[in-house]
């Protein structure tokens, strides 16, 4: 019987990076950055905290329980953990009651970019586990008709689970695969925060964190994105506002995704204001070029952002 090659299944996370390296801005500082943990960061959620005393009486608590922490000066309600070794913030009461939500601080992005408004009807087709749709609800003060959507009933038990300990009314959810969510209502918005093979997520030693490795009978990923994107665009209503995102750096799960969509129906791309440095979207990529338009989606990289590296496009039908 043949054995298994130990060697085989190696994670030679610098060859794999090297075919970003024309693509990531400082690549030895990037690769370097590998070597850090995850920094933690968490969000003060304004559907339980609503007064200035309460958000400074709940940052005293944690600063009590042994939290150190900075605030993100660039996003509202968002904070750091400084001593990230000596905290899980899940195992805190006051995360229990809904008053803090641990999430990196790069996924508020996809958010500010959507933009949701009182009185609007999102999807979030792929909302599980609910950092987003917790943000979305939180920013319209619960006032959005919102619909979370996700496929998988293991993922939805903990978006269930978060949309209750926020606190939030204004979601209902639904098990579809996003490619097939069903046509009858008319959305102004849909987030598509899609699954991806996860590189703006890897630090070294965190080798499951890239989809890719899976090794055979993985799932074409970049096929799956360009179904949900396409059906969100079919979704939305003419005007309406479609963001796309993912957590990786790969140009085919990014760029070509969008460009996929721009082939296949009447959208534009659409500027909006970026609270972190970023780096434009590719318009081409191993000699294939892109809609030009796309410089006008933004790329976070890991080391740059100090977070989770993102991509988001924000869309608007046309027609
Ligand atoms: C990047 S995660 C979403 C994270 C989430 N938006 C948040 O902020 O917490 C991608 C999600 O897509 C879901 N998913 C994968 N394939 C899907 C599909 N075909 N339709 C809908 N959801 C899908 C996964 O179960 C996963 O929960």
């Known amino acids: 019987m043949a054995r298994r090659n130990p ?23 990037f690769l370097e950055y590998l070597r850090t943990p995850m920094p933690q ?3 003060i959620n304004t559907l339980k905290i609503t007064t200035e005393a309460e958000k400074e009486r709940l940052l005293s608590i944690l600063r009590e329980k042994g939290v150190e922490f900075e605030r993100v000066n660039e996003v509202e309600e968002f904070y750091r953990v400084l001593n990230n070794e000596e905290v899980s ?22 958010v500010i970019a959507l933009e949701p408004k009182p009185g609007e009807v999102i999807l979030d ?23 979370s959507n996700d496929k998988r009933i293991d993922r939805l038990t903990a978006l269930v689970s978060n949309i209750k300990r ?50 055979p009978g993985r799932a074409n990923i970049p096929a799956i994105q360009k179904g949900l994107l396409v059906r969100a665009y079919d979704l939305v209503k003419p005007g309406g506002i479609i963001v796309y995102s993912t957590c990786t750096i790969n140009p085919k799960e990014n760029e070509e995704v ?6 296949k129906r009447q959208a534009e ?3 909006w204001e970026s609270p972190f440095e970023f780096y434009p979207g590719l318009t081409e990529w191993e000699e294939r070029p892109y809609h030009p338009s796309l410089v006008l989606t933004k790329r976070y990289y890991t080391h740059k952002i100090k977070a989770v590296g993102f991509y988001v496009a924000k869309i608007r039908r046309i027609a």
Not at 89 to 110: A, C, D, Q, R
């Open 7 to 29: 060697e085989k299944r190696q994670f030679h996370y610098q060859e794999y990076f090297s075919r970003y390296e024309s693509l990531i801005p400082d690549f030895e500082e």
């Open 41 to 43: 960061y968490f969000r």
């Open 89 to 110: 913030l899940g195992n805190l009461k006051e995360y229990s009651l809904g008053f803090i939500h641990s999430m990196t601080v790069s996924s508020s992005l996809p």
């Open 125 to 147: 087709m792929c909302a599980a586990p609910g950092g987003k749709t917790g943000l979305i609800a939180m920013v319209t003060e619960d006032k959005v008709f919102l619909v």
């Open 166 to 215: 926020l606190g939030i009314t204004c979601a209902i959810t639904t098990r579809y695969r996003g490619e097939q969510f069903p046509f009858g209502i008319t959305f102004d918005k849909v987030l598509v925060d899609a699954p991806c093979s996860g590189e703006g997520r890897y630090r070294i030693g965190l080798e499951g964190e890239i989809l890719y490795q899976k090794g």
């Open 258 to 263: 969008v460009d996929y969509l721009l082939r």
């Open 269 to 271: 791309i659409l500027d």
